[in-house]
């Protein structure tokens, strides 16, 4: 049951008024061993919503610790990934017929022989969306839906050199980065001072995960990229919330 602070407040998902029955962490305790679970953000969040989410985080859990790159990728594989997989006979099998052999570059940048596992990218996109709306509620209190559009995507060196130049650019109304789980999950956000519906985000998953992109071969990125925005052609043109498609997770 929800706490009377959240109960009956706006989703901070979908913006609908009076109908959140839950405080949904912003990035689900399941993702952090049980010393690091200590604190972590909560939003209000309607049935719905917290539902979807959380379907999409049970995906990403089965799937994208097993490129991690952090600490405590070892045990989380162990006491996380194979619990999960065990119960779902499709998934095995799906990633079975999807390992390939291939070079795997750390954070580091060294070379490793290594393989790839078949992911799909447009789950961790919507998910990185949802966690956009929950931080900037949490750090800002700035609800951003329904009025604007949250959309997400990995970028290769020159997208991240052009994220990198928006972000010294804007007039910022806030910045903020966290680390949380010993690089479980690290990001950094910032909002725009004359509209802070106006954000964007970068975030990695267990240290920074090699993604390939199925469609952009010898392309990988480590981090993903969310933006928000209430400009009306700003969103026609991307007309979802979100972005994304086939990829492979590197194993190292």
Same mark, same amino acid.
């Given at each position: ?6 109960? +009956? ?6 913006? $609908? ?88 570059? !750390? ?12 992911? $799909?990218?447009?789950?961790?996109? !919507? ?54 789980? +010993? ?10 001072? !004359? ?32 933006? !928000? ?24």
């Amino acid at each position: 049951m929800a706490s009377k602070k959240y109960r +009956n407040k706006t989703c901070v998902y979908c913006g $609908e008024a009076a109908v959140a029955e839950t405080a949904d962490h912003v990035v689900a305790r399941e993702f952090f061993s049980m010393d690091t679970r200590a604190n972590l953000p909560k939003v209000p969040a309607c049935r719905d919503c917290n539902n979807h989410k959380s379907q999409l985080e049970h995906y990403v859990l089965s799937v994208l610790p097993m490129g991690g790159v952090h600490s405590g990728a070892p045990a989380a594989i162990v006491n996380q990934v194979g619990p999960r997989l065990a119960k779902n006979a499709a998934l095995q099998r799906a990633l079975l017929a999807g390992q390939r052999d291939r070079a795997i570059m !750390t954070p580091d940048g060294r070379w490793w022989q290594g393989m790839s596992l078949p992911f $799909e990218a447009e789950r961790l996109a !919507t998910l990185g969306c949802y966690i956009a709306l929950g931080l900037a509620w949490h750090h800002w209190r700035v609800q951003i839906a329904p009025s604007a559009l949250a959309n997400a995507r990995s970028f290769t060196a020159a997208g991240t050199r052009f994220f990198e130049d928006m972000w010294d650019r804007l007039d910022a109304g806030g910045r903020i980065a966290h680390n949380w789980g +010993n690089g479980v999950f690290e990001y950094r956000g910032v909002c725009v001072r !004359t509209n802070p519906r106006v954000t964007l985000w970068q975030m990695s998953f267990f240290g920074g995960v090699e993604l390939a992109d199925s469609e952009k071969p010898g392309q990988t990125s480590r981090t993903l990229f969310v933006a !928000t925005n209430d400009d009306p052609e700003w969103i026609a043109q991307r007309g979802a919330r979100r972005a994304g498609g086939r990829a492979s997770i590197g194993l190292g």
